[in-house]
T-cell receptor, first 109, second 112 residues
Framework: DAKTTQPPSMDCAEGRAANLPCNHS???????VYWYRQIHSQGPQYIIH???NNETNEMASLIITEDRKSSTLILPHATLRDTAVYYC??????????FGGGTRVLVKP | GAVVSQHPSRVICKSGTSVKIECRSL??????MFWYRQFPKQSLMLMAT?????????EQGVEKDKFLINHASLTLSTLTVTSAHPEDSSFYIC????????FGSGTRLTVV
């Protein structure tokens, strides 16, 4: 049961901001929005998560709409090493993470 | 930060043999660990939830007698693929839950 919808792929230019959208219109009040990424043949890497407020860390920013039905992950200055599949997941804390299809991001020079 | 170590990173085995994959939480205790499988160009599929000191909870369609999970301590869970066949060839990934979810680096299993 897909809880999130993401575009299957997107390209972005090196050095520019990458904005990755995610729709989660059926999100429940106790569910967080998590973002992970997976570089080829590696395990997923945690990026950021949030509940209601926008969040920022050293890797990215997470913008969650007021109705919480969608969010955007922002990579402020994309590098070639940011090429990966990015997964948006909604899940209650402590519950298992269920992955959808993700967005395959290609950062181009 | 939290680190999850997974071994081996790569294994090739003959059809009909069994393979054990280990998942260790190095700097935290994990009462719950998760096992995923990923086929080429597909997303991660949750196989089972491993609970320390109790039986694992398997997702629908995953054979519990084929994929044996043992979580005997708070830092170690193992997945044994029994009587492996070529169709079991896949990328297996574990995850441990601490304050968040930390993933291992994965195990590439090839059954020949």
């Amino acid at each position: 049961d897909a809880k999130t919808t993401q575009p299957p792929s997107m390209d972005c230019a090196e050095g520019r901001a990458a904005n990755l959208p995610c729709n989660h219109s059926t999100i429940s009040g106790n569910e967080y929005v998590y973002w992970y990424r997976q570089i080829h043949s590696q395990g997923p890497q945690y990026i950021i998560h949030g509940l209601k407020n926008n969040e920022t860390n050293e890797m990215a920013s997470l913008i969650i709409t007021e109705d919480r039905k969608s969010s955007t992950l922002i990579l402020p200055h994309a590098t070639l090493r940011d090429t990966a599949v990015y997964y948006c997941i909604v899940q209650a804390a402590g519950n298992k993470l269920t992955f959808g299809g993700g967005t395959r991001v290609l950062v181009k020079p | 930060g939290a680190v999850v170590s997974q071994h081996p990173s790569r294994v090739i085995c003959k059809s009909g043999t069994s393979v054990k994959i280990e998942c260790r939480s190095l700097d935290f205790q994990a009462t719950t660990m998760f096992w995923y499988r990923q086929f080429p160009k597909q997303s991660l599929m949750l196989m089972a939830t491993s609970n320390e000191g109790s039986k694992a909870t398997y997702e629908q369609g995953v054979e519990k007698d084929k994929f044996l999970i043992n979580h005997a301590s708070l830092t170690l869970s193992t997945l044994t693929v029994t009587s492996a066949h070529p169709e079991d060839s896949s990328f297996y990934i574990c995850s441990a839950s601490d304050t968040g979810y930390t993933f291992g680096s994965g195990t590439r299993l090839t059954v020949v």
